[in-house]
């Protein structure tokens, strides 16, 4: 098995594709994802989506999008993004509904999860991003609890031994000079070594995140067009070796 993650599929969400995309080279994006997407993952291989996998705002619109995703090849995690409306107001009742008919898909809010495979016990945590500094009340406490819940789970999951951590966040987890954010504090406290995350497009906004390894993380960005819409290998449990392809 191994393990790979993209970013900002931005499926259709019942629309050919969205002006905004249109400078960053995303006309008809999903056909570029869909071959290159067969071209690199088997079926025994898990894809860690970091967030805005559909423009779709509701559970129900984003089916046909999840069905378009359930038969690629492989298991697919999800993660929030600022765009998934369907996930991120889902209950954990309508959520199990919705991904009922699209068996190689899970999907989570927050938190983590330990998957194991050839004696490996792979950690994978998700969260949307660092608590943002400023805005209402509500998206504040939710943001903070989301990052709460992680922090729980990476202490709970600690005494497994994980022989790799990796958190995937939508947002940056903090920006190019590496100032330290309450996300990438938390990062570096549970020794995680891979953190992946999306969000930024376009030439001059790939710059906007980290880059590299800092402080014992290493950060990769992995929106679609960052990635040529190809998913980045990060790790593969039949040679122990975790690695990405420079795109």
């Avoid at 090849?73 to 409306?85: A, V």
């Avoid at 309450?182 to 406290?189: D, I, K, P």
């Amino acid at each position: 098995m191994k393990i790979f993650a993209i970013g900002d599929l931005h499926l259709p969400g019942r629309s050919e594709y969205h002006a905004w995309m249109r400078p960053y080279g995303w006309a008809a994006h999903y056909q570029q994802i869909a071959a290159r997407w067969r071209q690199t993952i088997a079926p025994q291989d898990l894809v860690i989506v970091c967030g805005d996998t559909t423009a779709a705002p509701t559970t129900a619109a984003a089916v046909p999008d999840l069905q378009w995703l359930d038969r690629m090849p492989g298991m697919k995690l999800l993660t929030p993004g600022n765009h998934d409306g369907w996930l991120n107001h889902a209950t954990r009742t309508r959520l199990t509904a919705t991904l009922a008919d699209t068996p190689t898909i899970q999907a989570t809010h927050h938190g983590a999860r330990i998957i194991s495979h050839q004696h490996q016990r792979i950690l994978i945590g998700a969260v949307i991003g660092p608590p943002p500094t400023s805005g209402p009340p509500k998206a504040l406490a939710r943001a903070r609890r989301a990052l709460e819940h992680l922090d729980a789970d990476l202490s709970d999951l600690a005494s497994m031994d994980p022989h790799l951590r990796i958190v995937a966040s939508h947002y940056p987890p903090c920006g190019p000079d590496q100032a330290p954010t309450e996300l990438s504090e938390l990062l570096e406290a549970h020794r995680i070594d891979l953190c992946v995350y999306g969000h930024l497009h376009g030439r001059g906004q790939h710059a906007a995140g980290p880059h590299g390894t800092h402080r014992g993380v290493r950060y990769l960005l992995c929106s679609s067009d960052h990635l040529r819409f190809t998913p980045a290998l990060l790790h593969d449990t039949t040679t122990t070796t975790h690695w990405s392809p420079a795109p």
